[in-house]
């Protein structure tokens, strides 16, 4: 687990000082003269916290004592939760074309929140329809982005 911590900061961090670098390049604000943050900011910002938690990780990771990192199985008890959420997050952008938004997102929620707390169908089913509209109407009406893609998309 050590090795696997110490590998994955030092990826995170490469990838970090890759994405500032590239969003250095992108317009300023003063180019467009409104005053706004450029197209820059935000990726930069969470670049930037993605190096500052990576080398976190990476100084926790080189400080544990070797027996604490021995002790630590490789087979956590919740891999199994991680491995099908994974799955389950790709198949949710794979059917994100076929489905549309808001039918690949119920569904997904409905199955997330079945599978983690086994809760009565009927609030399962409600909580992720009412998810996901809020979701659709911030995007569709608050921020004016377009959620209609998708052969079902509304």
Do not use: H
């Amino acid at each position: 687990m050590k090795k696997g911590n110490i590998v994955f900061s030092l990826i995170c961090i490469v990838l970090g000082l890759y994405i500032i670098i590239v969003t250095m390049g992108y317009p300023k604000a003063a180019v467009y003269g409104t005053g706004v943050p450029g197209p820059g900011m935000w990726p930069g910002i969470i670049a930037g916290c993605l190096v500052v938690v990576s080398m976190v990780l990476l100084i926790k990771s080189i400080r544990m004592p070797k027996e604490v990192a021995e002790k630590v199985s490789e087979r956590m008890n919740g891999s199994k939760r991680v491995l099908i959420t994974m799955i389950g997050l790709v198949a949710y952008v794979a059917l994100l074309n076929i489905l549309g938004f808001i039918i690949s997102t119920v569904v997904m929620l409905f199955a997330f929140i079945q599978w983690f707390s086994r809760g009565k169908i009927w609030e399962s089913m409600l909580i992720s329809v009412v998810t996901t509209l809020f979701i659709y109407c911030v995007f569709r009406f608050l921020l004016n982005v377009p959620v209609n893609f998708g052969l079902f998309y509304f």
